[in-house]
């Protein structure tokens, strides 16, 4: 009967080292890391640019209003215009005409017997005098007022210009507030007595001191 050798205390074999040993532990653990955030935006609202200056459907009034309110101007500045524009100081009317021809310069002298009223509320003070003479062909002739000196020369060598003459109406004559003033001019004209006589028209002109408008006298 054989015996079996026991061994005691016999030394074991040290294991094989693992080829890939684990890592050491690290010291503290690691936080799981979270993904940034993104950057905080404003919150998005709708602009209107429009409505931010002003359009005329919010700061006007309806349309019929401003239609109204401009004629309502209108009408008013129309009857400031009109109330407030400037008229003439002074009326009147031509009461007498005779003429004579030139003999050989084809060229009449007229008499003119005018009435001159002071419709103003301040003295008036004659100017220039003007005559105006239209033809039946439509041409347009002007003349001043002779000198007052000269009209005793042209009534002697034009006798017919005598007729119903009054005292010379001449340059500085003044006429009161609401006066009344008769005068004579004679002009001259480049026409032939014949068309002096078939004239569409004939006007005097008084321009006064410190006026816009002249009076005019047919």
């Known amino acids: ?88 100081q002074g009326a009147g009317s031509i009461d007498f005409v005779s003429a004579a021809e030139v003999p050989g310069q084809d060229m009449i002298l007229a008499a003119i017997t005018v009435t001159l009223r002071n419709t103003g509320k301040r003295s008036l003070w004659i100017h220039t005098l003007k005559a105006q003479l239209t033809t039946a062909d439509d041409k347009v002739y002007d003349d001043e007022a002779a000198s007052a000196v000269d009209l005793d020369r042209y009534y002697r060598a034009f006798p017919a210009l005598k007729e119903s003459v009054e005292p010379p109406l001449s340059p500085e004559t003044k006429l009161l507030a609401g006066g009344e003033q008769k005068g004579t001019i004679v002009v001259g004209f480049k026409v032939t007595k014949a068309a002096f006589d078939q004239r569409k028209s004939l006007t005097v002109s008084i321009q006064p001191y410190d006026q816009v408008l002249p009076v005019v006298l047919k």
């Open 1 to 88: 009967m054989a015996h079996s050798l026991v061994v005691y205390n016999h030394p074991m074999p040290d294991p094989a080292p693992d080829p890939s040993p684990d890592p050491p532990p690290d010291p503290l653990p690691k936080k799981p890391v979270s993904p940034p955030a993104p950057p905080h935006s404003p919150p998005i609202t709708n602009f209107h640019i429009g409505e931010e200056f002003g359009t005329a459907k919010r700061t006007l009034p309806p349309a019929g209003i401003v239609l109204i309110c401009i004629a309502a101007v209108a009408i008013i500045v129309g009857i400031l215009a009109f109330t407030e524009r400037p008229k003439p």
